[in-house]
């Protein structure tokens, strides 16, 4: 896998000079061993008065902004380089007792999973729990990755992605009446369907890389990208892009991971001003690639934010 670059420019404009509040950046792809940063820059425009960065209560990396006096613009421009090493489907080794479902995970892992098995949404007429059934075998026993890739391929196949710029994710169950949504509602979608068979699970908040020239066409490039991580013991957190009908990270750059997706917003803030000052904003996301002996004949890489 080569080297990857994600320049993301966020700028927002207005008619007249107004003032800004704080705002929250999770810009900042998360470290392990299967992603790792090389380099990282943030520059905002107007400089912000004071700059400081946290881990919240995920392990997110999070930059919180104040500025001082007006302006007509706001910008924010991230780039960041890691390597990234994509783990395929047939790559987890999911414990014995958990290769079949239904399971029950141990008790040892149940207090830190119990939140993220919660349903977050209502499902009244249990839209989400018939649709979720219909992916179990009735003539023996499921695959517990069989379940979750057929379930991940079903919303590729079955729905309709259209973008929508709007912030706010679409109710589960309207995403099925609908046969539509975006990346943020097809994750969503899937969380809601894995929690309501007891699985764990979580939104992922990223950035896809299309590297073309494969055959397979890539949706949700040019902004942010969202998709569904479930817990599977001896696997861990394994990620399911429905959108794409991805099983594993190849070409998912993670950067923020939550149980709500309200957590994991990629960029959030206010300003004060008239309503008409606003003039919209223009969001710029690309994912470029180089190859990994470019970056080893390099000086020894620096990283240029916290």
Same mark, same amino acid.
């Given at each position: 896998?080569?080297?990857?670059?994600?320049?993301?420019?966020?700028?927002?404009?207005?008619?007249?000079?107004?003032?800004?509040?704080?705002?929250?950046?999770?810009?900042?792809?998360?470290?392990?061993?299967?992603?790792?940063?090389?380099?990282?820059?943030?520059?905002?425009?107007?400089?912000?008065? @004071?700059?400081?960065?946290?881990?919240?209560?995920?392990?997110?990396?999070?930059?919180?902004?104040?500025? !001082?006096?007006?302006?007509?613009?706001?910008?924010? %421009? $991230?780039?960041?380089?890691?390597?990234?090493?994509?783990?395929?489907?047939?790559?987890?080794?999911?414990?014995?007792?958990?290769?079949?479902? *239904?399971?029950?995970?141990? #008790?040892?892992?149940?207090?830190?999973?119990?939140?993220?098995?919660?349903?977050?949404?209502? %499902? /009244? +007429?249990?839209?989400?729990?018939?649709?979720?059934?219909?992916?179990?075998?009735?003539?023996?026993?499921?695959?517990?990755? /069989?379940?979750?890739?057929? #379930?991940?391929?079903?919303?590729?196949?079955?729905?309709?992605?259209?973008?929508?710029?709007?912030?706010?994710?679409?109710? *589960?169950?309207?995403?099925?009446?609908?046969?539509?949504?975006?990346?943020? %509602?097809? @994750?969503?979608?899937?969380?809601?369907?894995?929690?309501?068979?007891?699985?764990?699970?979580?939104?992922?908040?990223?950035?896809?890389?299309?590297?073309?020239?494969?055959? +397979?066409?890539?949706?949700?490039?040019?902004?942010?990208?969202?998709?569904?991580?479930?817990?599977?013991?001896?696997?861990?957190?394994?990620?399911?892009?429905?959108?794409?009908?991805?099983?594993?990270?190849?070409?998912?750059?993670?950067? @923020?991971?939550?149980? %709500?997706?309200?957590?994991?917003?990629?960029? $959030?803030?206010?300003?004060?001003?008239?309503?008409?000052?606003?003039?919209?904003?223009?969001?710029?996301?690309?994912?470029? $690639?180089?190859?990994?002996?470019?970056?080893?004949?390099?000086?020894?890489?620096? @990283?240029? !934010?916290?």
């Amino acid at each position: 896998m080569p080297v990857l670059t994600v320049r993301h420019v966020t700028t927002y404009r207005y008619r007249q000079p107004v003032a800004f509040g704080e705002h929250r950046m999770m810009l900042r792809p998360r470290e392990g061993h299967d992603q790792r940063l090389f380099e990282a820059r943030l520059d905002i425009t107007p400089k912000p008065a @004071a700059l400081r960065w946290l881990h919240d209560v995920y392990g997110n990396s999070v930059a919180i902004a104040r500025f !001082a006096g007006r302006a007509k613009e706001l910008v924010f %421009d $991230s780039e960041v380089r890691l390597d990234h090493q994509p783990h395929q489907a047939l790559d987890f080794q999911v414990e014995d007792y958990a290769r079949t479902f *239904p399971f029950a995970y141990g #008790m040892e892992e149940v207090p830190d999973l119990a939140r993220s098995i919660e349903r977050h949404w209502r %499902d /009244d +007429e249990r839209a989400v729990d018939r649709w979720a059934r219909r992916f179990l075998r009735r003539d023996g026993p499921t695959g517990t990755l /069989d379940l979750l890739e057929a #379930m991940t391929h079903g919303i590729k196949r079955e729905l309709t992605y259209i973008p929508r710029h709007e912030r706010g994710i679409q109710d *589960p169950a309207k995403t099925l009446r609908l046969g539509s949504g975006t990346c943020r %509602d097809f @994750a969503v979608l899937m969380m809601e369907a894995a929690r309501s068979l007891g699985l764990a699970a979580r939104f992922v908040s990223g950035y896809l890389y299309s590297p073309g020239g494969d055959g +397979e066409a890539r949706v949700g490039g040019g902004s942010t990208h969202a998709w569904a991580r479930v817990y599977l013991p001896g696997a861990g957190w394994v990620e399911f892009d429905p959108t794409n009908g991805i099983v594993g990270n190849r070409d998912l750059i993670r950067v @923020a991971v939550a149980r %709500d997706p309200a957590h994991a917003l990629p960029l $959030s803030g206010t300003w004060t001003g008239f309503p008409a000052d606003s003039l919209g904003m223009t969001v710029d996301v690309a994912v470029t $690639s180089e190859a990994k002996s470019a970056v080893t004949a390099r000086a020894r890489p620096r @990283a240029t !934010a916290p």
